[in-house]
């Protein structure tokens, strides 16, 4: 690429001219930042619709000789028990049968043996994702939800499509509701009564239940039956049980227990005319979390009693209605979607069915006689061809006329009951598949901006390398022109598409898209006319390595399986990447320095191996993965208890403390920061963890479980606050990491001051900052994670220590080749070395392999929800939000934050800031950014090229999901590391240098 002219400057606009180079560098970053927001903004919106949500409501009936079916019962009780699985209640317990969850809640299983004919178990399949809103949606207006609706989960949005709570409304029926106060924000002002209880606080295991059985009773007792008609009462006590220890604890048969007793209460106090449903909104996995797709999360319990009326009679024994078989069990259950149960009450309380309802009724509540089943199943198969008919998706008509149409005239009532019902499952299927209206120009959108994002980084990322000292001169033109050029041209757009469509969303939109596309266009230009002197054959190898790796990573996300054993294949690129490094072990000028970099790639991969042995598996992953990130029972692992406390008293500051003192650097604040003040904090956040764990320890007194609760709070608020105000104010205010001695020369008796430290001043310095980073990410990781992450802050050491020595390699090289005569070396040269692309692939590599082994994975259900409550008793925003996403991808931004280290680790200042630290801070913080907007851009492809492949929502969309948020999140991560960190650290720097040569 061509050198820039000296008057770039001048030639820029006068506020970017004026521009200092740190303000220039976080301007540059920033518009980074913006291009892929835009990018990933448009492509989201045509990829990830929500679901078509049409506002048509089916009318209600004037009078009751109006329904179609006289209703079977006047009143119903719902009761959920949030996360009971149908395991819990079932009477073909698997093998090995857990004593702790299975022949607990007992109730449903001897009612339906006693009385067959009014007690009825189902296994109910709920849709993904299984998390709470999206089920309560789908258990109230019989929809599908959606995949990224899983992310409202945290702030539950008012339901305005018609749905059974509606109906109940519309026919003037009492709607009394407590428990999970979700239901409240979905339907704000559709209850009669509402006694809403807090339902994200999942350390506390009884208050909402408490409340439900205070307010249940009461309305259950006849001299209140005039208060309801349709009564709602949501527990909680099992899902939190679920999330905290796990269902193989003690505390779980506790629980179940309570819910046995009130479920007894309950039906003793029913009316002969009351339908009382029990069921779980979704289940649980083995260690007691939910969100995903996996069996054991999609297999709900579903109860449904009548204490006077039969419910299931003989005309439905000649059909064979589906069957389940629970994993580990040998006999199988009844077997119905989770919607279902929508059609089925409306119909047995006289409503009409909801508009958008795709559920199928349940027929033994309709088999008094086959007229009575066929009338059902007619009734609910033509509301579902006239939601099909107005959702209007050509195929999705197409095949439920084409059912529609096959002539049932003369046939038998039997036969006509199974053409219904295969209308209705004909439209749930094809639905499914549809999942959502994909709209294919705003994907193809997404991906040329997310293309041009990644050329524009690619050029930006030359420019920077190949200008020298002159970097600034470039940055100033290239975003003057991409800004100026942009910004004018995308408002001309913008106004254009405002006036011919008269929208200003449009108009603004349009502007964003344009200013984008045309801003990475122009960036991406220097690469056509880059120089042409450059030849690929000048290329090395240690040069190649790091595209090369780049490129294998973003095509394995064509394929599913390399997807969802990302895990392992990242930890083999970067033990891979490191070990080519052995190479240049035996190229090195100097025993001592090929025995360095010998150790430190050995090092390097060593760690990435032992970080590989925490793992979390997939659903998909099973046989072949076995979990040790948590216990057998879903809880802490023991190796992550026993070593976190030792990793943080012994191991990790003193590992820190060696690696400075190599460099003399461990002098002025360092040794107060570090064995002072930093080691209590990480050695108090791993008490933490214990104390969690202690809370819910079978061998502690009940009587000491507040102690518990209070000290482990108090500890996470005192760690918080250091972390975030002590550890900062210490860095900011310290002096750099060095120590002035002053010695007399005995021969002349003149004073002499030595300065030990300085050569690595910056990355010292730098080094503090990042370690107030990971206190912060180590609070808020578990036991596992946390010794995770003091490998990963070692692996960061030994690297920029590999860096270093290649770098004097490099060094000593041209001195001695450049030398007067052949083998010898002239002494110290002030040459630096840039940085390469492949200088910032490992520790890409590095970042990624820290998100898996610190227990996540590209799925719903590895989010650790514990994070929300470091500090908190209860979910407090913004905090609960922002700690669970700090806890997934901390530890990434942690070795993001380390970018400018390798630019800067014994780099010895200059005078006048000459020192091109900060170009090569960018340099590299660019070649680290164009790493994840690669394989976002390749996630982005193969998800829409696979949009209808079969695994696109269980792997490929959420691998998406998380690179994008990844992406923003690097973006946001380096603007911050080079503003604040290094701009901290060189101003230091700098005073200190000056006050020294004075």
């Not at 679920?242 to 227990?257: C, I, S, Y």
């Not at 590095?846 to 929300?868: C, E």
Request: contains cysteine.
């Amino acid at each position: 690429m061509a050198e820039p002219t000296a008057r770039a400057r001048t030639n820029a606009s006068s506020w970017i001219a004026g521009l200092s180079k740190l303000s220039l560098a976080a301007l540059l970053l920033t518009f980074v930042t913006f291009i892929h927001l835009v990018g990933l903004g448009v492509f989201t919106h045509g990829f990830l619709l929500t679901r078509l949500v049409i506002p048509d409501v089916a009318a209600p009936y004037k009078q009751a000789g109006d329904a179609p079916l006289p209703a079977t019962h006047s009143k119903a009780v719902l009761i959920i028990i949030d996360a009971l699985r149908t395991d819990f209640i079932s009477p073909h317990h698997p093998s090995p049968k857990s004593d702790n969850h299975h022949g607990v809640l007992t109730l449903p299983a001897e009612l339906t043996a006693s009385q067959p004919g009014h007690s009825l178990i189902f296994n109910s399949f709920s849709d993904p994702p299984t998390t709470t809103m999206q089920r309560l949606k789908a258990i109230t207006t019989g929809s599908l939800p959606t995949f990224i609706d899983a992310g409202a989960n945290f702030a539950s949005t008012a339901i305005e499509e018609d749905s059974l709570i509606s109906q109940l409304n519309a026919a003037n029926k009492s709607v009394v509701f407590m428990g999970d106060d979700t239901w409240l924000n979905l339907f704000p002002s559709s209850f009669s009564q509402a006694y809403p209880y807090d339902s994200f606080n999942v350390e506390d295991l009884h208050t909402v239940d408490n409340g439900v059985i205070e307010h249940i009773f009461p309305l259950l007792h006849p001299d209140n039956s005039t208060q309801w008609d349709f009564l709602i009462g949501h527990f909680l006590g099992v899902d939190h049980v679920g999330h905290r220890v796990g269902p193989e604890r003690e505390t779980m048969r506790t629980k179940l227990a309570q819910m046995d007793t009130v479920l007894r209460d309950v039906v003793d106090k029913l009316d002969d005319d009351t339908l009382l449903v029990v069921l779980g909104d979704h289940g649980m996995t083995t260690k007691g979390d939910h969100g995903g797709d996996s069996e054991l999360e999609t297999s709900a319990a579903l109860w449904i009693y009548s204490k006077g009326k039969p419910l299931a009679q003989g005309a439905s024994s000649e059909f064979d209605w589906p069957r389940y078989t629970f994993p580990g069990s040998k006999e199988s259950l009844r077997h119905v979607d989770q919607i279902d149960l929508v059609p089925t009450l409306s119909l047995a309380l006289g409503l009409p069915i909801p508009f958008n309802n795709l559920g199928s009724v349940i027929p033994e509540l309709f088999s008094g006689s086959l007229e009575t089943l066929e009338t059902a199943t007619r009734v609910n198969a033509e509301q579902i061809a006239r939601y099909v008919k107005e959702y209007d998706n050509r195929d999705v008509v197409w095949a439920v006329d084409t059912v529609t149409k096959r002539s049932t005239a003369g046939d038998d009532l039997a036969s006509k009951i199974t053409h219904n019902r295969r209308i209705a499952q004909v439209a749930l299927e094809n639905l499914r598949a549809l999942w959502a209206q994909f709209s294919v120009p705003h994907i193809i959108a997404g991906i040329v901006l997310l293309a041009l994002s990644v050329a524009a980084t690619v050029a930006l990322y030359l420019g920077v390398r190949n200008s020298g000292p002159k970097w600034d001169d470039y940055v100033r033109l290239a975003l003057d022109t991409a800004i100026t050029t942009g910004g004018i041209t995308s408002s001309v757009v913008g106004t254009v598409a405002g006036v011919y469509t008269r929208d200003p969303a449009v108009a603004i939109k349009t502007f964003f898209v344009s200013t984008a596309a045309i801003a990475s266009l122009l960036l991406a230009l220097p690469l056509v006319f880059r120089d042409r002197k450059t030849s690929w054959r000048s290329v090395t190898l240690s040069q190649a390595i790091g595209p090369a790796v780049l490129i294998l990573h973003a095509v394995s996300f064509a394929s599913n399986s390399f997807v969802m054993w990302e895990d392992r294949m990242v930890g083999f690129l970067l033990v891979s990447i490191v070990l080519v490094s052995l190479w240049r072990a035996l190229l090195a000028p100097m025993a001592s320095l090929r025995l360095r970099i010998l150790l430190y790639s050995l090092g390097l991969a060593i760690i990435a191996r032992a970080m590989g042995f925490s793992t979390i598996c997939r659903e998909e992953q099973q046989p072949y993965c076995r979990v040790t990130f948590y216990g057998p029972s879903g809880g802490p692992s023991d190796w992550g208890l026993y070593m976190a406390p030792v990793a943080a008293l012994m191991f990790l500051p003193r590992v820190v403390a060696v690696v400075l003192s190599w460099s003399k650097s461990y002098n002025g604040p360092a040794p107060f920061f570090i064995a002072a003040v930093w080691r209590v904090l990480i050695i108090v956040n791993t008490l933490y963890w214990v104390f969690e764990w202690m809370e819910t320890w079978d061998g502690l007194q009940p009587d000491r479980i507040p102690l518990v609760k209070i000290m482990k709070l108090w500890i996470a608020r005192v760690s918080l606050g250091a972390s975030l105000g002590l550890l900062p104010h210490l860095w900011y205010n310290s002096g750099l990491c060095i120590d002035v001695v002053k010695t007399a020369d005995q021969a002349t008796g003149e004073e002499e001051v030595g300065v030990y430290g300085f050569g690595n001043s910056y990355g010292s310095t730098y080094l503090l900052f990042l370690l107030i980073i990971f206190s912060v990410v180590h609070l808020v990781s578990a036991s596992a994670g946390q010794v995770v992450l003091c490998l990963v802050l070692v692996a960061i050491l030994l690297y920029v220590e590999l860096i270093d020595a290649q770098r004097d390699s490099i060094v000593m090289k041209l001195q001695f080749a450049n030398s007067a005569s052949p083998g010898a070396f002239d002494g110290p040269s002030n040459a630096l070395v840039r940085p390469s692309f492949t200088d910032a692939v490992p520790l890409a590599l590095l970042a990624l392999l820290a998100f898996f082994t610190t227990g996540h994975q590209a799925v719903f259900a590895s989010i650790q929800w514990k994070a929300a409550f470091v500090g908190f008793e209860t979910v407090t925003y913004p905090w609960s939000p922002a700690l669970v996403g700090l806890n997934t991808i901390g530890p990434l931004l942690l070795v993001a934050m380390a970018v400018p280290l390798v630019a800067i680790w014994n780099v010895s200042p200059r005078p006048n800031q000459s020192v091109p630290v900060l170009a090569h801070s960018v340099q590299l913080a660019l070649a680290f950014i164009t790493y994840f907007a690669t394989i976002t851009l390749a996630s982005a492809v193969t998800s829409a090229w696979l949009r209808r492949h079969l695994m696109v929502w269980k792997v490929f969309a959420p691998r998406f999901m998380i690179a994008g948020i990844i992406l923003l999140a690097v973006d946001v991560a380096l603007i911050f590391a080079v503003t604040v960190g290094f701009g901290v650290t060189s101003s230091k720097v700098y005073r200190t240098f000056r006050s020294v040569s004075e």
